[in-house]
């Protein structure tokens, strides 16, 4: 017999936004009183545009389950966190929560720089639920896991960006709700932090409390959801089991190999440039998905520049199907430049002997500013292909997700002697699984 | 936890059992089970209605909260100052000083017969409660955006947490004010207990403004800047560096329309001894506290729920 943790019925959320301003930003009185004026006898509601960031979402959480939400930027999984962790409310629709629920939206919310560690723990604790009481119970358990035992008195100011992080996650690692809402926190600090976070994730949701996950990181959802729910343009667009929506989460929108990026949801892009489409095409320049390892591979796609054409510096980042990075592919490793005569361009970068091992992988695509400081648009996951079995240089069938690059090294050998030498070289690598 | 009937099944990876696939609400296999385990806590999630009630249950509950951040702002406020605490007692005795030279010095303004520095400075006790108080609780919710845009919890308690650490540097200008008065005039009598209820009227006062200004400003950042002018013209509006006896007779009641007229001559009173009792000041400055306190905290839920979509 199952029992819900949350209930989600037909959540919407809705926002406005000025044609002239963002969204969320917020007004001088004055322009409040200039644009009442003008138009007096209008609505608000009917001045301005509104957004749906999420449009009749349903869905029930089991105790003890650990769902996963995935989908673009954009797709509506931070609102939908926010309004389960009741930070904003639906417009429609309701939610029933069942049990007391702790959100981890941001590692150290409210951390403040010039208080103690010890401080920052109780400071922490509190804001994200807990009781002085909770807090000085596991307060020593807390500082271990952090592993900042002789800094406690120290403002956190001073601390290394690694410690603050640790001191952060151990706080909310050790609140102990019924259910815990987690969004994309592990996306900061390194492998090894990552890894910890992801680690005390597994032991929460092993202890059989609700786990709701919003993640980026595919193997993260793997490795902890036992369902996932895709979103898209605020609609569930698929639920089930993790592999079945993951692959239909990275297969969506480019089935053929060419995406049309011009209305794909994106974050606050700052206008320098912006991506209008991206295709994939093989050794015959036609439009492929499905390549061999050793293929020639092209992508192309279109950018338009703002008319003020600022300089506008390209970058490709290519991940495995789980969210592992490949590679980051600058132009500047290339040495190519785009000119700055035009504002559109059709841009192609070609890929010889491609060595990558069978499996999906997505390509991201960035315009930044030539110093890299402003972010003019970024298409995550703009184009998806994968790499198929067989082709000129396999020789066997290859494992999917054995490895990442497929090295084909230069293999010798010549006629030893039993004797074993100490001080001989590394021995042959070649490929593992020969 | 009382629901160990859910076993978890933990999937190993690529072998995954589907449990049973979401979707929406009845067509779930599990109808049954949707009554809660009655030791949750439930909570349902839903379009705010015209008044979102602010629940005492649930301020009790976010206690703790309320005094870590009250503690942190008090921590924070003189981190890395030589003086630290000192400055509490530095600010308010400096400023009393230039007001006795300026205004009971060259400009002679009448004090009712007590030292004119006693005079102001036991009008300043409230005043600056309320100057202070409004300056940090209108700003509060703006300097924990952050806060409010990641967590939930009862957002009054960021406006009220950071009033109360105001309090702190009230009760060390009283011990200033005690050693004043026993220096330089009557020394400590009965009629100081009346601070007590007096420092409750002038709470609920700055509670009201507060909550007005702090709501709106995360709405239209003008108020922010209006405020240190706002309290400036109400400092001169109110009897803290005059007597109330300057007001002529016939504006005597508009004046009392401003609560801190009544409150500044109740500390008076008490406070300096040799006076009349500003009953009539204190009967108008009740219900005006009151109404204050009414109409910032209706602002503040009507505009709460959406501080998180608007800062």
């Known amino acids: ?434 | 936890m009382g629901h160990d009937r859910v076993v978890r099944n933990r999937p190993i990876v690529g072998v995954r059992a589907q449990r049973h696939v979401m979707g929406i609400r009845g067509t779930s296999p599990a109808n049954s089970g949707t009554t809660p385990d009655s030791q949750l806590v439930y909570h349902r999630i839903s379009p705010p209605t015209s008044w979102s009630n602010v629940s005492l249950t649930e301020l009790w509950a976010f206690r703790d909260l309320f005094g870590i951040l009250a503690q942190r702002d008090i921590k924070v406020r003189y981190k890395q100052t030589l003086l630290g605490i000192f400055w509490v007692v530095l600010q308010p005795l400096a400023t009393a000083l230039i007001f006795a030279a300026v205004f009971g010095g060259f400009a002679k303004l009448p004090s009712d017969g007590a030292p004119y520095i006693l005079f102001v400075f036991a009008a300043m006790l409230p005043w600056n409660l309320l100057a202070a108080g409004l300056t940090r609780a209108g700003n509060s919710l703006i300097g924990d955006a952050g806060l409010i845009s990641k967590v939930y919890f009862p957002r009054i308690i960021i406006p009220i947490a950071s009033l109360s650490a105001c309090l702190l540097d009230f009760a060390v200008t009283c011990g200033v004010m005690i050693v004043l008065s026993a220096l330089l005039g009557t020394g400590p009598s009965l009629t100081w207990l009346a601070v007590a209820p007096l420092t409750v009227l002038v709470f609920v006062v700055i509670l009201g403004t507060s909550l007005f200004f702090s709501a709106l400003s995360v709405y239209y950042r003008d108020f922010k800047y209006l405020l240190p002018f706002a309290i400036q013209a109400w400092m001169y509006g109110s009897p803290l560096v005059y007597a109330t006896s300057l007001i002529p007779p016939r504006w005597q009641v508009l004046y009392h329309l401003n609560p801190m007229a009544g409150i500044i001559d109740g500390f008076r009173w008490a406070l300096l001894g040799g006076r009349e009792f500003p009953a009539t000041g204190l009967l108008m400055a009740v219900p005006e506290a009151l109404a204050i306190f009414l109409v910032g905290l209706y602002v503040f839920q009507r505009v709460e729920r959406s501080f998180a979509d608007v800062i």
């Open chain 1, 1 to 434: 017999m199952a029992q819900y943790a949350i209930q989600a019925h037909g959540l919407s959320k809705a926002y406005r936004i000025s044609p002239e301003r963002g969204p969320a930003q917020y007004r001088t009185l004055r322009e409040t009183l200039v644009e009442a004026s003008r138009r007096p006898f209008r609505r608000r509601s009917e001045r301005s545009d509104i957004f749906w960031a999420l449009d009749d979402v349903s869905f029930d959480v089991e105790q003890g389950e650990a769902i996963g939400f995935i989908g673009r930027n954009g797709a509506g999984k931070s609102t939908l966190l926010k309004l389960l962790s009741r930070i904003t409310r639906p417009t429609r629709g309701t939610a029933d929560i069942y049990g007391r629920m702790g959100s981890l939206l941001e590692v150290g919310t409210g951390f403040h720089p010039e208080l103690s560690g010890r401080e920052n723990v109780y400071l922490n604790g509190a804001i994200l639920g807990m009781s002085r009481a909770d807090i000085r119970r596991r307060f020593d358990e807390i500082v271990a896991f952090a592993e900042v035992e002789r800094f406690l008195e120290t403002p956190v100011k001073r601390y290394s960006s690694g410690m603050y992080m640790r001191l952060a996650f151990a706080v909310a690692a050790h609140l102990q709700p019924e259910i815990l809402v987690v969004d994309e926190v592990l996306a900061v600090g390194d492998t090894a932090f990552q890894a910890k976070c992801i680690g005390k994730m597994e032991d929460v949701a092993s202890e059989g409390r609700t786990v709701v996950f919003v993640s980026h990181n595919m193997a993260a959802i793997t490795q902890l959801c036992s369902k996932v729910v895709l979103l898209e343009s605020g609609v569930v667009a698929a639920s089930g089991s993790p592999d079945q929506v993951i692959a239909r989460y990275l297969g969506s929108g480019n089935q053929q190999g060419r995406a049309d990026l011009s209305r794909r949801n994106r974050p606050a892009e700052s206008g320098g440039a912006a991506f209008e489409w991206a295709e994939m095409r093989n050794a015959d320049d036609e439009i492929c998905q499905d390549f061999s390892i050793g293929d020639d591979v092209r992508v192309a796609f279109g950018l338009r520049l703002a008319p003020t054409k600022p300089r506008t510096k390209l970058v490709l980042a290519i991940k495995a199907a789980d969210g592992t990075p490949v590679a980051l592919i600058s132009q500047d490793d290339s040495g190519f430049s785009l000119g700055s005569d035009r504002d559109s361009w059709n841009i192609s970068v070609d890929f010889e002997d491609i060595r990558l091992y069978p499996g999906s992988y997505h390509v991201t695509l960035w315009a930044t500013d030539g110093t890299n400081s402003e972010e003019f648009d970024r298409v995550e996951d703009a184009l998806v292909f994968r790499i198929v079995d067989g082709g000129r240089l396999t020789m066997r069938h290859l494992p999917r997700y054995a490895g990442i690059i497929f090295l084909t090294p230069r293999w010798r050998s010549r006629p030893g002697e039993l004797a074993i030498q100490a001080s001989a070289g590394p021995a042959d690598k070649g490929t593992a699984h020969g």
